[in-house]
């Protein structure tokens, strides 16, 4: 079975704060990961995702990510939010077939 | 850019009414998928399909049944709605490759059973 845990319901931060959002999996095998985001009254989207490689990911809008493997964690990583990154954050892994998503993390930034 | 549409935005029946969520991708991908999303809960897979007239249950199936006659069309039925079906359904899209399969998402269809 594979599974997605993320650490946080809801972060609150101020904009220019930093930004990380912990994500760790749990599947034996190799693994493809992603962070989708969901922005209000918009479509899931995909903001990055691991294949293989270098495990510091770069995505949309100035977000990275890195794979630790020893740790089976995914943490999304922004070094100076904005207003405008708002939104649902949801990891997610595909191991053996089908994606397996996390519950979500709600991220509001005030101005 | 792939275009995954969803037949209705917003959508409001009556328990014990049969419901039927419609999906449409424009970019030939074989795999399609149902989600449901629920405050709290994330994404939960319902079911999904690799080729037409194919299916796969996922992860909370019951209550539900899908419906793939052409490839590019995907259904999701509820034979008898009930109250705890009300939720936001997700349609998504992938291609078919051996390597990671990054899905597209619908704008989803916020239901309501009264």
């Known amino acids: 079975a594979q599974s997605v845990s993320q650490h946080n319901h809801h972060v609150i931060l101020s904009e220019a704060a930093s930004l990380e959002l912990g994500c760790n999996y749990s599947?034996?095998?190799?693994?493809?990961l992603f962070w989708y985001v969901q922005y209000p009254g918009q479509h899931l989207q995909l903001l990055l995702k691991y294949f293989s490689g270098d495990p510091l990911v770069k995505g949309i809008k100035g977000f990275e990510a890195e794979f630790i493997k020893s740790k089976f964690s995914f943490n999304l990583r922004k070094p100076s939010v904005q207003w405008s990154d708002t939104a649902e954050y949801f990891c997610?892994?595909?191991?053996?077939?089908?994606?397996?998503f996390g519950k979500g993390t709600m991220l509001l930034v005030s101005p | 850019d792939v275009k995954v549409t969803q037949s209705s935005r917003y959508l409001v029946k009556r328990t014990g009414e049969k419901v039927f969520l419609e999906c449409v991708q424009d970019?030939?991908?074989?795999?399609m998928f149902w989600y449901r999303q629920d405050p709290g809960l994330g994404l939960r897979l319902i079911y999904f399909?690799?080729?037409?007239?194919?299916?796969e249950k996922g992860d909370i199936p019951e209550g539900y049944s899908v419906s793939r006659e052409k490839k590019e069309r995907f259904s999701l039925i509820l034979e008898s709605a009930s109250t705890n079906q009300t939720s936001m359904y997700l349609c998504a899209s992938s291609p078919h490759t051996k390597t990671y399969n990054e899905q597209f998402f619908g704008p989803g269809t916020r239901l309501t059973v009264l």
């Open positions: 399909s690799y080729d037409v007239k194919m299916k």
């Open positions: 997610a892994l595909k191991g053996y077939s089908t994606l397996t």
């Open positions: 599947y034996g095998g190799t693994v493809n």
């Open positions: 970019m030939d991908h074989e795999n």
